[in-house]
């Protein structure tokens, strides 16, 4: 990060390294999947297809993230539980938790046509999610048990509920039918009533999906005399078993015991307490203003894999802004935002309800919206390119406590934006003069603002101050009255000076 005088304001990120030797876990869940399967006429009351297309995404961000060892997930719903002495990106909740829920998203979007090649997505599918810390593998297989039973009985209920839609009931109706049932009566329903038993729908559907780093013989080659030589190889394998949580599906896999430990009896009975610590919810610090800053992971390589212009791209630049004006019409808490290169920051209104909502839900929701804009919008900005890899970002969520140490916050971004696109002019052309990135470093380094100004004029004949606004102040997205109307405009302007903040009290009022 650039030196700046507003750089105290990183004292108020709160540090969120969980401790060894917790266990990691990432629940993921769909954001209004109600709504996105009544809009892309998805089957009731379960549609394996968009169950294949999760499992498949399950499968993509275990290769990618080879320290989770296993997943299980059903509906529109997956865990992710990470090996014990996991060091993945330092351990930091706010950290895994966005950059599993962003890969999962783009990867969603992405195999999207794979499994509905006749459907377009109407809008950009999302997800929020959360960290759960597993103190021992006792609490894990608990958690286990509980995700598969709510499996269960939530699908249970979904097939007598659809059965009876089907059979001429209204919703409204069917709930009243099904309200205060057990799990006999339900299945009492079905078999009566429409003829179906419950045990002999998909498991997929019943029990749900585990994906798991399984060990296999694979023939790696052949000795003189033709007879095959093995080797054991790791593999993603995708199952559907009765009882992940009992010892007899559990203690049968190598890699888990190995990596997590052993499950040491069956569970009876989940414990309740242990339920409500799993759906314990902290909150953000009221009548403050919460900042969702997200960042590109690993954006250098995917910049340059996709062959983007240097030192800035317009279009990758135009791409952000939109994902951000579709993120301030997607959350209406979201009341300014500002961004420059890779990252966007997005600010909550003081009064938000979301502030009463579990700051990982925030995150998540906002990041997962944010790539799945990314991933839909790409060739409305790059109609020529496909794309290679899925983009993936991460983010947190930080509060400052007065309008003050907000506005200190914004200028240290656009102070970052302005000497690091000064240095990245200078160092690209001088790059493209012929100069190695190593000999462009070092003629660089320890130059002034004014040096490097004059750098690019006596050099290459450049007025930096004729640059862009975009790439010298950055993109402003907030919503703006206009003849009686409310629209999301962006804006490159100087966020710093009070000007800009006097014609816009509204904003921060």
């Known amino acids: 990060m650039a030196n700046s005088k507003y750089e105290y304001v990183k004292s108020f990120e709160v540090e969120d390294e969980i401790a060894l030797p917790n266990v990691i876990v990432v629940q993921l869940h769909g954001r209004e999947f109600v709504r996105f399967c009544k809009a892309h006429e998805l089957r009731k009351p379960y549609d394996e297809e968009a169950l294949e297309l999760m499992n498949s995404c399950a499968e993509f961000v275990q290769r990618k993230y080879p320290d989770i060892l296993f997943s299980y997930g059903f509906n529109d719903e997956y865990s992710f539980v990470f090996k014990k002495k996991t060091k993945f990106y ?39 999610g959360r960290v759960i810390v597993c103190a021992t593998v006792d609490v894990l297989q608990h958690y286990l048990a509980w995700r598969q039973h709510e499996c269960y009985i939530t699908n249970q209920y979904r097939a007598c509920f659809w059965a009876l839609v089907n059979q001429g009931r209204t919703e409204k109706e069917a709930e009243e039918i099904l309200k205060d049932t057990k799990k006999q009566d339900q299945n009492e329903m079905l078999h009566q009533q429409f003829n179906i038993n419950y045990n002999n729908l998909p498991k997929i559907f019943r029990w749900g999906s585990c994906v798991l780093l399984m060990e296999v013989e694979a023939i790696v080659k052949y000795d003189k005399d033709g007879c095959p030589i093995t080797r054991l190889k790791k593999q993603i394998s995708t199952v559907h078993s009765q009882d992940i949580a009992r010892r007899t599906f559990w203690n049968q896999k190598p890699s888990l015991v190995k990596e997590l430990g052993s499950f040491v009896e069956d ?20 009548y403050t203003w919460g900042v ?10 995917f910049a340059d894999v996709h062959k983007f212009e240097k030192p800035n791209d317009e279009q990758a630049l135009k791409l952000m802004n939109e994902c951000a004006v579709g993120v301030l019409h997607e959350f209406r808490e979201v009341i300014f935002s500002y961004g420059v290169s890779d990252e966007y920051s997005f600010i909550l209104k003081r009064s938000s309800h979301l502030q009463r909502t579990h700051p990982s839900d925030i995150v998540s929701s906002v990041v997962s919206f944010f790539t799945s804009m990314y991933m839909m919008k790409w060739k409305a900005f790059f109609p020529l390119t496909d794309l290679v890899c899925q983009p993936s970002f991460d983010g947190r969520v930080v509060c400052y406590s007065s309008t003050d140490i907000l506005r200190d916050y914004l200028s240290w971004r656009q102070v970052d934006c302005h000497i690091n696109n000064q240095y ?44 862009g606004q975009m790439l010298r102040l950055g993109s402003s997205a907030f919503w703006e009255e206009e003849n009686g109307c409310s629209k999301v405009v962006v804006q490159h302007c100087n966020i710093i000076d009070d000007s800009f903040w006097e014609a816009h009290p509204y904003i921060l009022a």
């Open 90 to 128: 330092e351990r930091r909740a706010s950290k895994i938790l966005s950059l599993v829920t962003s890969c999962f998203t783009s990867v969603f979007v992405d195999k999207w046509k794979e499994f509905f090649s006749e459907r377009e997505l109407k809008y950009p599918p999302s997800f929020s």
């Open 267 to 286: 569970i009876r009975r989940i414990d309740k307490d242990y339920v409500k610590y799993f759906q314990s919810k902290n909150k953000l610090m009221p």
């Open 292 to 301: 969702i800053r997200i960042d590109g992971c690993h954006f250098h390589k």
């Open 424 to 467: 990245n002019t200078c160092f690209w052309m001088l790059v493209k003069s012929g100069k190695s990135r190593s000999e462009a470093q070092q003629i660089l380094k320890g130059t002034q603002s004014q040096e490097k100004m004059e750098l690019l004029a006596n050099n290459f004949g450049i007025d930096y101050n004729t640059i």
